[in-house]
């Protein structure tokens, strides 16, 4: 068997493949109350039916000011467990499991609200001047990733993504080139860390399953981290009990990126065999062909599809004929896949 349609299993929880739909915003929620939408259930349901092994919920606010746009989804507060959980629900009834990425935007929000960020640093002059972040802030936004990640359990969520990579606001904890802060959140990478670490401790006090993490392992910028810098960021996710470090780049400030098939695999690969950490690829992978290439020379565990996935539904049926796989179709569908 192909290792794209092999087992994995992290704490528990097994994913029947390898094909992972990749957390994208959809920018659809239509009162801009954070709420899940029909589109959201058929749109995560569809991908579930085509076979992927997890659906992943695109990045989720965890307070109503993270926001990217209003029109993202959002997990603030209890009123979105009830859509969240329809979703679940209709994942898991397809043999999938699903994820959800909790995400803040920091200044890279674009609400009529005032938002924030470690430093009072705009991204570009399209974008607000964010407030710099006080202690207080920090805190409760620490914490509001805890009720987030209690949030997602209710909602039966099987694991659990902190987005810190794309220029957000964890990212731009991180980041040199976005942290100037002079207290214990800024400074040297030990103290530039200790805000995502915080909020992995604080989510592990909810949560006991698979936590992954989304990092921009290259900033395209030589003022920002070095790969010495990502290495010592992923060794503490992996001591502070991360599961998979999934493996993106860029967003941080404005740069041009050099785009091609697999662009960001390298790195994918650097991190999972010099940490020792399971690794998730994701950036231009297209065919089975190419996403197995990437499993088998022990690159990464896990494979992350986007914009193919959104170009068709039913891309792990595809790859898996061009693996001369076997896929099991839903029920309903046989007759057409067999």
């Given at each position: 068997m192909s290792k794209l349609f092999t087992p994995i299993t992290m704490k528990e929880v097994t994913l029947k493949n390898r094909v992972v739909m990749s957390p994208m915003c959809m920018y659809s929620c239509e009162q801009e109350d954070g709420k899940a939408t029909?589109?959201?259930?058929?749109?995560?349901?569809?991908?579930?039916?085509?076979?992927?092994?997890?659906?992943?919920?695109?990045?989720?606010?965890?307070?109503?000011?993270?926001?990217?746009?209003?029109?993202?989804?959002?997990?603030?507060?209890?009123?979105?467990?009830?859509g969240l959980k329809e979703v679940t629900e209709q994942v898991h009834a397809n043999g999938a499991k699903a994820a959800i990425q909790l995400a803040h935007a920091g200044r890279k929000a674009q609400l009529d609200t005032p938002i924030y960020a470690p430093s009072s640093l705009k991204f570009n002059d399209s974008f607000k001047e964010p407030v710099e972040m006080t202690s207080?802030?920090?805190?409760?936004?620490?914490?509001?990733?805890r009720k987030a990640a209690k949030r997602a359990s209710q909602a039966g969520f099987d694991i659990i993504e902190i987005h810190g990579a794309h220029g957000y606001l964890i990212n731009q904890f991180l980041s040199p080139l976005t942290n100037r802060r002079e207290d214990s959140f800024g400074g040297n990478r030990e103290n530039r860390y200790r805000f995502l670490g915080r909020i992995?401790?604080?989510?592990?006090?909810?949560?006991?399953?698979?936590?992954?993490?989304?990092?921009?392992?290259?900033?395209?910028?030589?003022?920002?981290?070095?790969?010495?810098?990502?290495?010592?960021?992923?060794?503490?996710m992996k001591n502070d009990g991360v599961d998979l470090i999934d493996c993106s780049s860029g967003g941080v400030v404005p740069a041009s990126i050099p785009v091609y098939p697999g662009y960001q695999v390298k790195r994918c690969d650097h991190i999972k065999n010099t940490v020792g950490i399971a690794t998730g690829a994701v950036g231009l992978i297209t065919t089975g062909i190419q996403a197995e290439?990437?499993?088998?020379?022990?690159?990464?565990?896990?494979?992350?599809?986007?914009?193919?996935?959104?170009?068709?539904?039913?891309?792990?049926?595809?790859?898996?004929?061009?693996?001369?796989?076997?896929?099991?179709?839903?029920?309903q569908y046989k007759r057409g896949w067999q």
């Open positions: 029909p589109f959201h259930l058929t749109h995560y349901h569809s991908r579930a039916v085509g076979q992927a092994g997890l659906i992943m919920v695109e990045a989720t606010a965890v307070q109503p000011e993270g926001r990217i746009s209003a029109k993202d989804l959002g997990i603030w507060n209890d009123d979105h467990i009830a207080h802030d920090i805190e409760e936004t620490i914490d509001s990733f992995i401790d604080a989510v592990k006090t909810e949560w006991d399953g698979p936590i992954f993490v989304r990092i921009s392992t290259d900033e395209y910028d030589e003022k920002g981290n070095t790969m010495e810098d990502i290495l010592y960021y992923t060794k503490q290439e990437i499993l088998q020379n022990n690159r990464a565990d896990l494979v992350f599809i986007g914009r193919a996935m959104l170009r068709n539904p039913y891309w792990p049926k595809v790859a898996a004929d061009e693996l001369g796989e076997d896929l099991e179709a839903p029920v």
